[in-house]
């Protein structure tokens, strides 16, 4: 069994920052890309960034330039630092990652359980 647990989430003023993270656990083979999406009420989920086993990142434009994603292949986590957060960005973030659990198993996508950031004055 696969888990992604996501810890960092909270109230924050405008301009400030948070740090969330995503630490992956259970029966893990291999580990590919990791990312992180979000989710404001009444809307779709989002892509705001992901990041590749090797590195290369990709962000949501509305993003770009204030978030950086990070991850620790030693310890199955990945990082979302985010800066100059806006009212905007209120919303549920969830921690994604394409896990093979085992050698004789594909990939598989797994989703935490989410995460509240709320940026309010």
């Known amino acids: 069994q696969v888990q992604l647990v996501e810890s960092g989430g909270g109230l924050v003023q405008p301009g400030g920052s948070l740090r969330l993270s995503c630490v992956a656990s259970g029966s893990i083979f291999s580990i590919n890309a990791m990312g992180w999406y979000r989710q404001a009420p009444g809307k779709q989920r989002e892509l705001v960034a992901t990041?590749?086993?090797?590195?290369?990142?990709n962000y949501a434009g509305s993003v770009k330039g204030r978030f950086t994603i990070s991850r620790d292949n030693a310890k199955n986590t990945v990082f979302l630092q985010m800066n100059k957060l806006k009212p905007a960005d209120t919303a549920v973030y969830y921690c994604?990652?394409?896990?093979?659990?085992?050698?004789?198993?594909?990939?598989?996508?797994?989703w935490g359980q989410g995460t509240q950031v709320t940026v309010s004055p």
């Open positions: 990041i590749a086993l090797g590195g290369i990142t």
């Open positions: 994604n990652a394409l896990i093979m659990a085992s050698a004789y198993t594909y990939w598989d996508d797994y």
